[in-house]
């Protein structure tokens, strides 16, 4: 099962890393795969905490108070046991103050709309579907070229959706790659690495150096 950190979820989904450490000590959402063990441990997300995550996201836009989502959270962890997670796994709606759960039974709604408020659904299956493609756009690869010494190199980037960071191969050099943590630094940190890999296989002088620079 693909595992997503911390750093990728903020850069995927612009969740702070202070928020999503909040919501994992305040046992809203928890990283599934891996815990935190620690100052400086990497803890792990799976998809479906990813849909929590966004849930919880949703419900906050729609003014639902944090302290109210915990308790809904509380709430459906004792009524619904075998659920592991279920913010992505019940359909909820909202009205800004309290959480509903949609069940077969209609008088819920119907019971929250005689009082003469407005129900938002909670588009579960749409945030899903919109999280998935935004994981396969944020690790699709992409070919960049890097040009130094007066040379093109081109290579392909990625990120890594379990540490955030991002990676890259040059193609004509084999073995030559860097990584950053973030595309900007990654072509800073492949230039170098095209620029010290061609010193020492012996394609230019150390005195190109200045062009190099100029390029970069």
Do not use: N
Not at 44 to 54: E, I, K
Not at 95 to 123: A, H, N, S, Y
Not at 157 to 175: F, N, S, T
């Amino acid at each position: 099962m693909e595992g997503y950190g911390s750093r990728f979820i903020e850069s995927a989904f612009e969740i702070p890393l202070s928020t999503l450490r909040y919501w994992d000590k305040q046992s809203i959402v928890k990283p599934s795969l891996r815990p935190a063990a620690g100052r400086g441990s990497r803890c792990l997300y799976a998809f479906r905490d990813l849909v929590q995550l966004r849930v919880v996201q949703g419900l906050k836009a729609k003014g639902v108070p944090l302290q109210r989502i915990r308790r809904c959270v509380d709430y459906l962890r004792a009524e619904f046991p075998s659920l592991e997670t279920p913010l992505s796994e019940l359909t909820l709606v909202t009205d800004g103050e309290t959480v509903f759960v949609k069940t077969t039974d209609p008088e819920i709604l119907l019971d929250t709309l005689r009082k003469g408020q407005f129900v938002w659904c909670v588009p579960i299956g749409q945030w899903a579907e919109e999280m998935r493609s935004a994981i396969a756009r944020m690790t699709r690869q992409r070919l960049e070229s890097v040009t130094v010494a007066g040379r093109v190199f081109t290579y392909h980037a990625k990120q890594d959706p379990e540490d955030g960071w991002w990676v890259a191969l040059v193609d004509d050099l084999p073995g030559c790659g860097s990584q950053g943590r973030s595309i900007e630094e990654l072509r800073e940190m492949v230039a170098d690495a095209v620029y010290g890999y061609l010193v020492v296989r012996g394609d230019i002088e150390d005195d190109a150096e200045a062009a190099y620079a100029a390029a970069v």
